[in-house]
Each structure stands twice: as C-alpha cells, then as structure tokens.
C-alpha cells in the first residue's frame, strides 16, 4: 500500500468532486473509517484488486460514494484525475459504485439494506473455498438499518459463526427511529460490538482489526450535527 499519502491528501482528494448528487454529510462522515481500513486494515492490492486472495469491502450505503472514491484513488486503484470527472457524463465515478467499471469496487450498491445480506453470503463463500484468514467489511448507515433484510443478517451471522464479517456503522445520528443503545441490540443478537468515535482513526483501527470469534460490529459515531 501507497503509505506516503496521509488523510489530508484524502480530504484533498474528497474536495476534487463536486455537484448536487454529491451527498457531502453522507459521504463525508466516512471518510475516516474508509481512510482507516484502506490504510491499515483490509489486505487488498491495487495493482491486482481482483486478487482471490484478498479482503472484501462492501460500501452498502452506496448513494454516498465520493469518500470511497476518493481513497481508491489515493491507494493507487484508479488515478486521482478521474476523480475531477465525477458524476459527469463519460466517467466511471457515478453516483452509485459500479463493479465494472470502477476497479476496488466490490459490488454495485444504492439499494440500501442489501450489503450486510450480500456480505453474509461473501464471508460463507470464503469459508467454503477455505480461505480462512480473509475478511469481509460491510459499510452501513445508521438509518440504513431501519430495513428489515439488515435485520435477517444481523440474525443469521451469529448462527454460522461468520467471523470473518465486520459490520461497520457510521452512526451520524440521521435514523428517525432511534438505533441504539447499539451494544444492547446487537449484542443481544450476538454480536461483538465496539462504539468508538467516527473520527477517532487509532480507535477504529483498534476496532476494525479485531476478529472476536464471532461476528464484529464496530459502530463509528458521528455526533449530531457534524459531518
Ligand atoms: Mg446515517
């Protein structure tokens, strides 16, 4: 990994895109969880982003792509120019990702709630083709886990001991039916669960990198109000 770049490069880069469909509180408060696992957590390559042998990541809430686009670009998978492109006619960087056309990008998400249950299916394939040491992380938002498939996840994950599944919530308090207490609920589903600060890049790391056994879910949180 390009260890040169450092997260004011990445905010830089995140300034590049502009535009009404930009998603700015979405896609900003993001940005370091994203910087945090791209830089220190998951093992995946640039130069060969569809290496069998790499981690997964799985941007859910696909509807605010500009930070994951921005620290692709910073890690080396695209070069950072396209960035200038996004959301205009021509470029790959659409307001959605897309899995074909955007190298690192894992799946083409927007519809929200599909993420978790896709990476449920991701950590058991992992299993099934023996790569035990891979991981799966899945970027959701707080109001995103109002849908009920989340749901039928959170429930089964437990059940087959998927630990090689992190849940990451970026909990910018934007859900109108309140979400928490998160370490009650989830945990009560057997969840390991982490609430660390959403711009706190020790604490997430520290979270991101654990593997508890079991299903982790780090909750990063974003105070009201902020971005
Ligand atoms: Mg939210």
């Known amino acids: 990994m390009d260890t040169r770049l450092g997260i004011e490069d990445v905010k830089a880069s995140l300034a590049r895109m502009t535009g009404d469909e930009k998603h700015d509180e979405s896609s900003t ?4 969880a994203l910087w945090v696992l791209y830089d220190r957590v998951l093992r995946v390559d640039p130069a060969d982003p569809t290496d069998p042998d790499r981690d997964r990541f799985i941007l859910s809430k696909g509807h605010g792509p500009a930070a994951f686009y921005a620290v692709l670009a910073a890690k080396g998978f695209f070069p950072e120019r396209e960035l200038d492109g996004f959301l205009t006619w021509g470029s790959v960087l659409g307001s959605h990702p897309d899995r074909l056309q955007v190298p690192g990008v894992e799946a083409s998400t927007g519809s929200l709630g599909h993420g978790l249950p896709l990476a449920v299916g991701v950590a058991l394939a992992l299993r099934a083709k023996g790569q035990h040491d891979r991981r799966v ?3 959701c938002g707080d109001a995103e886990l109002n849908e009920g498939s989340n749901w039928e996840a959170i429930l089964v994950a437990p059940h ?28 009560a589903f057997g969840w390991d669960v982490a609430v660390v600060g959403g711009h706190d890049r020790a604490a997430l790391a520290e979270a991101l990198s654990r593997r508890p056994g079991g299903p982790n879910a780090v909750v990063a949180d974003i105070p009201e109000g902020e971005w």
């Open 137 to 139: 992380v899945v970027l």
């Open 29 to 32: 408060s993001t940005l370091d």
């Open 160 to 187: 087959l001991h998927l630990d090689a599944l992190t849940l990451l919530v970026i909990d910018n308090h934007s859900s109108s039916i309140e979400m928490g207490p998160w370490e009650a609920r989830l945990g």
